[in-house]
């Protein structure tokens, strides 16, 4: 099985809907990265979460670290189009944030 | 400020040549990475250099694969000879040390036919 389950790995919204990105690790956290990459391009930083629970919000993004689950969770409130790519959490499983372990990504679609 | 830049953005090589991949960094970045995602998989990481030491290249596939970075500034990754499931998007990544959040670039689509 995966280290870190991402779901759904695709999904379908009408602009103006909400929607959550769940990503889920089967070992205890030290970080957990969230990116957002476009078709030919980089993976975009979006933002990170560290032990402790955490949530933060950028835009109309928000993302937050469920420490006894070992679980974080992206939302977005009020999608748009701008929104549509492929969203990846990448895990860091010890301190340093040396290195990542990405889930397999989740396709998002906002239909206007 | 640049950001990471990778090159070539395509490469279609037949089986058993060798294919080199660049990467320049964001200057002053210490930290390079090289990631790689396999159609249908994760992206999966490769190694790690700070400056022109190698500090982690547990994720590279074979022997195979040659990564150098020359005097800490740019890197490259040899394949040599290509096999087919070394077809990907290979990805780098530069960062700041005692920093989070990677830049990455575009990625180098490998196609091994």
């Known amino acids: 099985s995966q280290e870190l389950e991402q779901s759904p790995q695709s999904l379908i919204v009408q602009e103006g809907k909400n929607l959550t990105i769940n990503c889920t690790s089967s070992?205890?956290?030290?970080?957990l990265y969230w990116y957002k990459q476009k078709y030919g391009e980089g993976l975009i930083f979006l933002m990170m979460?560290?032990?402790?629970?955490e949530e933060k919000s950028h835009e109309k993004i928000t993302a937050k670290l469920d420490e006894k689950k070992q679980q974080s969770s992206l939302h977005i409130t009020a999608s748009q189009p701008s929104h549509a790519g492929i969203y990846l959490c990448?895990?860091?499983?010890?301190?340093?944030?040396?290195?990542?372990?990405f889930g397999i990504g989740t396709k998002l679609q906002v239909i206007p | 400020e640049a950001g990471v830049t990778q090159f070539p953005s395509h490469s279609v090589i037949e089986k058993g040549q060798t294919v080199t991949l660049r990467c320049d960094p964001i200057?002053?970045?210490?930290?390079l990475y090289w990631y790689r995602r396999v159609m249908g998989k994760e992206i999966k990481f490769l190694l790690h250099?700070?400056?022109?030491?190698?500090?982690?290249e547990s994720g590279m596939p074979n022997n195979r694969f040659l990564a150098e970075r020359t005097g800490g500034t740019y890197s490259t990754l040899k394949v040599q000879p290509a096999e087919l499931e070394d077809s990907g998007v290979y990805f780098c990544?530069?960062?700041?040390?005692?920093?989070?959040?990677?830049?990455f670039g575009s990625g180098t689509r490998l196609t091994v036919v």
């Open positions: 990544a530069s960062s700041q040390q005692g920093t989070y959040g990677y830049t």
């Open positions: 070992k205890t956290l030290y970080g």
């Open positions: 979460l560290q032990k402790g629970g």
């Open positions: 990448g895990a860091v499983y010890s301190g340093g944030y040396q290195k990542v372990t």
């Open positions: 200057s002053g970045h210490d930290n």
């Open positions: 250099f700070v400056k022109e030491s190698k500090q982690d």
